[in-house]
């Protein structure tokens, strides 16, 4: 039986290895032939583990001949984005001073997908150590929207979004430090989900800014984003910042009513700035939801205004400090003809980082420095402290804040490169939930006239992502029933 790879799910990927319509070796020999043919015009795939892959296709398949039950996520051809280690496979985080990196063990998340019987088909493209909002920052080359190839695919996990979005994989983990999942997903058409901090074990994970980073999952549908976190999610020993949380049956809760629930609508996300057209299709799903029985409460979050500067104070700190391990020394790129110590070091970073990376290495050096620390470093915390602070007082009052995913549908290659403030102002709505620490889901709502797609964000309270399944799955179901 033939699949159309464009419209698999996590879920009917599984049903059809589990009735034998397909065998999961020949599934994902099928995904390589249309990596083969389509990807070289996106570029979202930087290595392919094509070996890794049918072994484990392999396993499932003689599962399946015994008649034996099989994993959750059984034959699912699944991606990886290049932050994310992996034994034996190269792994370059988009970046020159890795670009010969063989990791000796694999990421904690990548070894559960493996353990519930995914199948890892390949690393994606992203900008360089996650840092960027369009991925042209890769030293690999940019990755193209599949929706639009003239435009991007956002970033940085640009090509963990466009995999999905292009059939190329049924689904895929990216990293959010930022935005980086929930604005991809937006630009692209399709669900794009940051946990709560500590929800899925950061072990493994290049770090960019370890009070920040979150890992996550791409997919075509809620229930499949559900499914996957069900097997990432947990406390992990190998990662001091994983929490010792249960974790709820996601997909049993998902189909619950939303009936009830009070949705939080903050005027500061519906400023100067936003598109119209954004506008209109989030407003359209806050009626639809209404209509369903939630109750709209307006809310303010004041301090909105001040997300993005204190994001770039305390995530290029953090950066500066993560980053200094790239030396030349111990792993990753090592200049040659060097005559002394100092020069090794200075000319191996300035060959390897790019210059995006070069730049956060900079500011955050600058603002942990001394003399600034408490001007810049201490103040961005305090800061940080309040937005926190108006979530709290926001969620006394709603169970979830609905707002759109981007100011803007996504925009032309190149067209914000020379100026980092307007790129850095992509990620205006989704910065303060990295610098709060709740999940946050982008959800698609609607096109715009030229067709680019457009993304709803669901806010919940930390460790409720089932409240925010359950929404995001209605605001889902709504925009099914009117196509």
Known sequence: MELDLNVLTVASTRTAIEQRQVTATSLAESFYKKIDAEDKQVNAYLSLSKDRALAQAARIDALADKGEALPPLAGVPIAIKDVMVTQGLRTTAGSKILEKFIPPYDCTAVARLEAAGAVI??????????????????????????????????????????????????????????????????????????????????????????SLDHIGPFTKSVSDSALVLQHIAGRDPLDSTSADVPVPDYVAEIGTPV??????????????????????????????????????????????????????????????????????????????????????????????????????????????????????????????????????????????????????????????????????????????????????????CGNSKEGLPIGLQILAKHFDESTMFRLAHAVEHSLAAKA
């Not at 939630?294 to 993005?308: D, F, M, N, Q, R």
């Open 121 to 210: 088909i390949g690393k994606t493209n992203c900008d360089e150590f996650a840092m960027g909002s369009s991925n042209e920052n890769s030293a690999y080359g940019p990755v193209r929207n599949p929706r639009d190839l003239t435009r991007v695919p956002g970033g940085s996990s640009g090509g963990s979004a466009a995999v999905v979005a292009a059939g190329t994989a049924v689904a895929s983990l990216g990293s959010d430090t930022g935005g980086s999942i929930r604005q991809p997903a937006a630009f692209c058409g399709v669900v794009g989900l940051m946990p709560t901090y500590g929800r899925v074990s950061r072990y493994g994970l290049i770090a960019f800014a370890s």
């Open 259 to 444: 009936k009830g629930l009070r949705i939080g609508v903050p005027k500061e996300y519906f400023a100067e700035g936003l598109d119209s057209e954004i506008r209109s299709a989030v407003d359209a799903s806050i009626q639809n939801l209404a209509a369903a029985g939630c109750e709209v409460v307006p809310i303010s979050l004041p301090h909105t205004k001040y997300a993005i500067p204190t994001y770039y104070v305390i995530a290029t700190a953090e950066a500066s400090s993560n980053l200094a391990r790239y030396d030349g020394v111990r792993y990753g790129h090592r200049s040659n003809n060097v005559r002394t110590l100092s020069e090794m070091y200075r000319r191996s970073r300035d060959e390897g980082f790019g210059s995006e990376v070069k730049r956060r290495i900079m500011l955050g050096t600058y603002v942990l420095s001394a003399g600034y620390y408490d001007a810049y470093y201490l103040k961005a915390q305090r800061v940080r402290t309040l937005l926190t602070q108006d979530f709290e007082n926001a969620f006394q009052q709603v169970d979830a804040i609905i707002t759109p995913t981007t100011p803007t549908p996504a925009f032309k290659l190149g067209e914000k490169s020379d100026d980092p403030v307007a790129m850095y102002l992509a990620d205006i709505y989704t910065v303060t939930a990295d610098l709060v620490g709740i999940p946050g889901i982008s959800v698609p």
